[in-house]
């Protein structure tokens, strides 16, 4: 059973910097493009950054020069840099993934959320 399994969420004030972490649990052959999605409260959820296998990034307005999306292939991981961090960034942070299981298949997963609070 495949999963994506994030990391490093937490409390910051503003201006300051978080680091989150993707990376896929159990065996797999591959990862495609991959992508940080948020949603706050009563919001609904949106794409923050995307970065494709050949590392081509996309980024929402809101960010850009702010964040920062990048993959280690490596070790199957995804991160997003997070500085000048702002109280409208509060959000739960979801990773996001097409999948190349062992199996063939391709699959697209999403992880369990990682709360990001941004405080004044």
């Known amino acids: 059973q495949v999963q994506l399994v994030e990391s490093g969420g937490g409390l910051v004030q503003a201006g300051g910097s978080l680091r989150l972490s993707c990376a896929p649990s159990?065996?797999?052959?591959?990862?495609?493009?991959m992508g940080w999605y948020r949603q706050a409260p009563g919001k609904q959820r949106d794409l923050v950054a995307s970065?494709?296998?050949?590392?081509?990034?996309n980024y929402a307005d809101s960010v850009k020069g702010r964040f920062i999306i990048s993959r280690d292939s490596a070790k199957n991981t995804m991160y997003l840099q997070m500085d000048s961090l702002k109280p409208e960034d509060t959000a739960v942070y979801y990773c996001?993934?097409?999948?190349?299981?062992?199996?063939?298949?391709?699959?697209?997963?999403w992880g369990q959320g990682t709360q990001v609070t941004v405080s004044p």
């Open positions: 996001n993934a097409e999948v190349r299981l062992t199996s063939g298949r391709l699959l697209t997963y």
């Open positions: 159990g065996s797999i052959l591959s990862l495609n493009v």
């Open positions: 970065i494709t296998r050949g590392g081509a990034t």
